[in-house]
């Protein structure tokens, strides 16, 4: 923990920020004090003033007033685990929640998300919740067979669409808020590692021999088997000399091959599948991988990256009261 002072105000953060973090905890951190509660929270015995207390977690202070009700019914027809730091400021489980959820569950929904994606037409209302799916996985059939109650593969937000021309559609969505970095493989750290597993290995060797990968065998999870099945969707992974998997391109690479895999299976309504990061505007710390992954993909549009911004703007382009009440609350508080 470390201590920040700043203004005449006293900031407890976490002791490695980048720039952006540091910016946006302290803006956040004032946010919570004027409009929450100048009390703090834990972690570990630790005080940090960008935790909410513990009496205030189940009010859900940091979901937009609009869509708690809407949020919790969600919660009970499609039950999804809560984050650990839910409660914490810079949230980004909660920003998602707060970014979408006003719109999705506004008749303007088909119009503003179309600004976003040019093939939206209409948001298929009669899938999911409303069009929609929090902390969204292909249950019960898990393509990628690395589900269970834990752990596993899923997108932030899935959204059931019709295109331009009448296709049923599925989006799926990763947030970023904060992170430095998308979630990086844990498989080559496993203590289960065995000396057949070797992570620099190449693309192509991988795909030749995916027992090399601890996350194939012994895990028995379906990601080289997808990839083989689309080398086509990877065209320059020649390039690969090593795993190119092994830090922040693993969370792409398996929310990438999710809906290819959806897309595949003849289980699935969905004829189409696309997969999409949103994150802070300021947020570019995520740059480089994002880049590596178009990079490797070579530009699919298949995989695009938005910001917070660009959602607000388009939203902002239709908006009546209640959504301008929303937008000026979001910007507000996610210094937009």
């Known amino acids: 923990m470390r201590v920040l002072k700043r203004d005449g105000k006293t900031y407890r953060l976490p002791s490695a920020l980048n720039q952006f973090q540091e910016q946006l905890y302290v803006h956040l951190i004032d946010w919570k004090r004027r409009n929450i509660t100048e009390s703090s929270g834990t972690s570990r015995g630790i005080t940090y003033d960008a935790i909410l207390p513990n009496y205030l977690i189940d009010q859900r202070p940091l979901i937009y007033a609009g869509i708690k009700i809407a949020m919790e019914e969600h919660l009970q027809r499609f039950p999804f685990r809560i984050h650990k730091y839910f409660n914490h400021m810079a949230s980004s489980q909660a920003a998602n929640i707060n970014l979408f959820l006003p719109i999705l569950r506004h008749s303007r929904a088909s119009a503003i998300l179309g600004a976003i994606k040019p093939d939206f037409k ?5 899938y999911l919740d409303h069009g929609y799916r929090i902390e969204f996985w292909d249950e019960p059939s898990g393509c990628l067979g690395d589900k269970n109650d834990v752990a596993g593969t899923d997108s932030d937000l899935a959204i059931a669409y019709y295109d331009q021309d009448g296709v049923l559609c599925l989006w799926l969505i990763e947030h970023k808020l904060t992170e430095k970095e998308f979630t990086q493989c844990g498989g080559c750290k496993s203590k289960g590692r065995q000396g057949r597993h070797d992570c620099g290995k190449s693309f192509q060797e991988l795909v030749g021999n995916p027992s090399t990968c601890y996350y194939h065998d012994p895990k028995g999870f379906n990601y080289w088997k997808i990839t083989t099945n689309n080398l086509e969707f990877f065209p320059n992974h020649a390039e690969d000399t090593s795993c190119p998997f092994r830090g922040g391109m693993n969370q792409l690479w ?11 299976d003849d289980r699935q309504p969905y004829k189409k599948t696309a997969f ?13 991988t994002i880049g590596d992954f178009e990079h490797l993909i070579a530009g699919n549009q298949r995989f695009t990256t938005f910001t917070s ?16 009440t929303w937008i000026s609350w979001y910007r507000s508080l996610y210094d937009i």
Request: cysteine-free; proline content about 2%.
């Open 309 to 324: 911004a660009d959602v607000i703007a388009a939203a902002a382009a239709h908006a009546d009261d209640s959504l301008r």
């Open 122 to 126: 209409t948001l298929a209302t009669e």
């Open 276 to 288: 999409s990061v949103v994150r802070h505007p300021r947020n570019h710390a995520l740059d480089r």
């Open 254 to 264: 398996r929310n990438q091959l999710l809906a290819l895999a959806i897309e595949q």
